[in-house]
């Protein structure tokens, strides 16, 4: 076998070493999972041995799920139901073997173990993790479109109870090694590298080669479905998860069916029900878009899809970031955890060392959860300078400035940073929306000039814009990729335009929400079908979160750069009388709604600048459904509308970084695959047939590219027509 290895000792217990070959990380390959059945057949039939302690040869972690590309490609090659079925079964069927076998079974699991890794262990009668708090044990499945397919749904309810089976499946969420403990899901946490020893205890110790459901006293903790208890949980469960999903995501109500149906019939019943649903949930449009996007186009963006070929690989070592609010804070603080020195320069040393000091309690957090040690903690805050003083600047191989968005000012610290800067060194703008081209001409280097958009809290949003300026060189992209990558962040490369790619296009969703406003819609009934989508938030709420006083500055600055052509947004004058009053959105507490209670509250006084007349057919049944899908549409149609135009303008050229820079970036509907997916599965033809509709009803702001009628006219793709970019 290819990727495990068996190893029986004196004692008759053999150490079954899970190692693919060529990989940083054990994933379930198709090639693994012909190998499981095998592994379990020698356990089974090799009287030599008299238990197994299954671990990892990695050093990385256990086993980070299936290889989803691999994995899907494989279950539905042979194109047919029962074929898809047969494929999906071979998995849940050996691992049902192992669980059968006769022999006590240990999983001593040495790192994290997501997904189809942590069912594997599920599978195994006892289970050990070490000690690390960087380890992860979840079954993440749902974040892809998926559900657990590897016998989660059946093994977890019946280990730890349904409610909290279901709530962490129906949000992908992960336990640290202590938490798996207390929640049942190990039964022992050990100090690291005694994994092995102490599984093999377990085993001469008289391990039980059962698991509790099929013991024949066993009942299922916290009841079934018609134990009280039990019925209670699937009544709210349902309420729940459409709550969090809105109906958009196919897995979370097959999660859901797979359970209820599962948990009341013996688990070998209920493996073959999860598989039924498996395979149907991964044949939807939903489950093909999701995979595609946020785990094949990752991956490959994560790995330096897009990099120019040809140009020496770079390691940041020292990186100055100018502006130390928020967005600066953060960067010095990601930069910071991936060991790269940082210069924080500030007008003053206060605003400098609050800046720092954005790090230190992000650090002290970790630490006081054990996730850092304290000297990697003191070695990390060692690495950032707060200072006022550019001649600290000397010496960094890339500047990223990240002031307020004023031409002047960015110009300046330009200047003053430039003259500091070795030849060769990149100076990346942290601008939203300003062109990269025109904030170059502050730059008596441009060829190494570029726009580097990090999105807020940087700590926590994966995804980095990189925008190319007319004269930005291919080593200053490069190097800008090598950056963002040793960060550990998702890049995606788009040309420069007003807005870019991401900014430009999530302001059309604002600005629909806003069109909405001023026709007369309830602004209750706005985000409630804005989140209906599947936006993270409404159309409003977001505006509060972006602050409504950047998006009045935005306007401003927009129509004295454009003059004459510049064409007012709907709802442009309740922005500017909102602002104007004190309503800055959430930063103070007051936009949209009111922060000042708990919950928030719609703002009182919108209705006076925004009064609501738009209340026929918001009754009950079909009329009222149909009008709630309409502004639905509007919504993600008019976001899509927008990416269409910035690939005709060759903003944007790759459909990997259109999709997953939207949903990474604003929150496009994930359940969608991304705005070009979306296009794509509904159909270029009936895309420009909606669109022309809307475009009549709503005004030009519908109106779609001639790129797009072609394209439709050819009954072509957007994933078919341009292929992604090459590796480098």
Known sequence: MENFKIDVDADGIATVTFDVPGRSMNTLTSSVMAEIPQVVERIRTDEAIKGVVLTSGKDTGFCAGADLGDMAGGMLAGGGLQEAYDAGWRLNGALRELETCGKPVAAAINGLALGGGLELTLACHYRVVGDDSKIQLGLPEIKVGLFPGGGGTQRLPRLIGVQAALMQMSEGKSWRPAEAKAAGVVHEVVAEGQEVEAAKAWIKGGGKAQQPWDDKG????????????????????????????????????????????????????????????????????????????????????????????????????????????????????????????????????????????????????????????????????????????????????????????????????????????????????????????????????????????????????????????????????????????????????????????????????????????????????????????????????????????????IAKQTQADLGDKYVPNPGQDIVARMVEGGRYGRKNGMGFYDYSTKPKRLWEGLSELAPVTKTEGFGEGVEAATHVEELKTRLLYRQAVEVARCWEEGVIDDPREAD??????????????????????????????????????????????QLLRDMAARGETFYGRFAPKKAA
């Open 218 to 553: 066993f009942k299922l903790p916290g009841g079934g479905p018609y134990h009280p208890a039990g019925m209670q949980v699937f009544v709210m469960g349902n309420a729940m998860l459409r709550k969090q999903s809105y109906g958009n995501y196919p897995a979370v109500l097959n999660l859901m069916k797979s359970v209820y149906e599962g948990v009341q019939v013996p688990i070998e019943a209920g493996l073959r029900i999860e598989t039924r649903y498996f395979i149907k949930t991964l044949m939807t449009p939903q489950a093909r878009a999701m995979i595609r996007s946020l785990f094949l186009s990752k991956q490959e963006l994560d790995k330096g899809a897009v990099r120019p070929a040809g140009v020496p690989k770079s390691d940041a070592k020292k990186v100055a970031v100018l502006g130390a609010g928020m967005m600066g804070a953060g960067i010095a603080y990601v930069q910071a955890m991936a060991g790269i020195e940082t210069v924080l320069i500030d007008q003053t040393q206060e605003a400098a060392d609050k800046g720092k000091q954005y790090a230190v309690d992000l650090i002290e957090k970790r630490v006081s959860r054990g996730q850092m040690t304290r000297e990697k903690a003191d070695a990390t805050l060692a690495l950032i300078t707060p200072t006022t003083d550019y001649a600290l600047v000397k010496g960094s191989d890339l500047v990223v400035e990240a002031v307020f968005e004023s031409r002047e000012i960015k110009a300046d610290v330009t200047r003053k940073a430039e003259a500091q800067l070795e030849p060769g060194a990149v100076f990346g703008s942290n601008t939203s929306t300003l062109p990269i081209t025109g904030l170059a001409e502050a730059s008596v280097r441009p060829e190494d000039f570029i726009g580097i958009h990090f999105f807020s809290p940087v700590d926590k949003m994966m995804l980095v814009e990189i925008i190319m300026g007319e004269k930005t060189g291919q080593a200053a992209l490069a190097k800008a990729l090598d950056y963002v990558l040793k960060i550990k962040k998702t890049p995606i490369v788009v040309n420069d335009s007003r807005g870019f790619y991401t900014s430009r296009c999530f302001s059309t969703y604002l600005i629909e929400g806003m069109a909405m406003l001023e026709e007369g819609y309830a602004p209750a009934l706005i985000d409630n079908v804005g989140r209906m989508t599947g936006m993270p938030r409404g159309p409003l709420e977001m505006h509060d979160d972006v602050a409504l006083d950047l998006s009045y500055k």
């Open 660 to 705: 997953l820079g939207a949903i990474l970036g604003w929150g496009f509907a994930p359940w969608t695959g991304g705005p070009v997916s979306m296009m794509d599965e509904i159909g270029l033809k009936t895309f420009v047939e909606t669109c022309n509709r809307l475009a009549e009803q709503y005004g030009d702001r519908f109106k779609v590219p």
